[in-house]
């Protein structure tokens, strides 16, 4: 099993930029595909980018591409989301998730998951 803590959420102004991270730990975190998600206010959760387990492939939401970064530091276990040009949209929870196998955007398919950290901005 593998433990996922996600940290660096908070509040920022639409236009801004936040890095998220998520540590790993209990297991071999450079096995698993990684992924972030994010539920808004009355919606569902929504995938937002998936990273292989070597960090060679990636997979982004429409939503995502051209504004967010997802990569890892296997060294480190760690898998960040580097968020830019943020807009009030994209204020939500964002979860970290692990699976193995092949990279996806399905969450019913990720095994692990985080607690959560609330990324707000502000318009």
């Known amino acids: 099993q593998v433990q996922l803590v996600e940290s660096g959420g908070g509040l920022v102004q639409a236009g801004g930029s936040l890095r998220l991270s998520c540590a790993a730990s209990?297991?071999?975190?450079?096995?698993?595909?990684m992924g972030w998600f994010r539920q808004g206010p009355g919606k569902e959760r929504e995938f937002v980018a998936a990273?292989?387990?070597?960090?060679?492939?990636?997979y982004y939401a429409d939503s995502a591409k051209g504004r967010f970064t997802i990569s890892r530091d296997n060294a480190k276990n760690t898998v960040y989301l580097q968020m830019n040009s943020l807009k009030p949209g994209d204020t939500a929870v964002y979860y970290c998730?692990?699976?193995?196998?092949?990279?996806?955007?399905?969450?019913?398919?990720?095994?692990?998951w985080g607690q959560g950290t609330q990324v707000t901005v502000s318009s």
């Open positions: 990273i292989s387990w070597n960090g060679g492939s990636t």
């Open positions: 998730a692990a699976k193995n196998r092949l990279i996806g955007s399905s969450a019913s398919l990720y095994d692990y």
């Open positions: 209990g297991s071999t975190f450079s096995s698993y595909v």
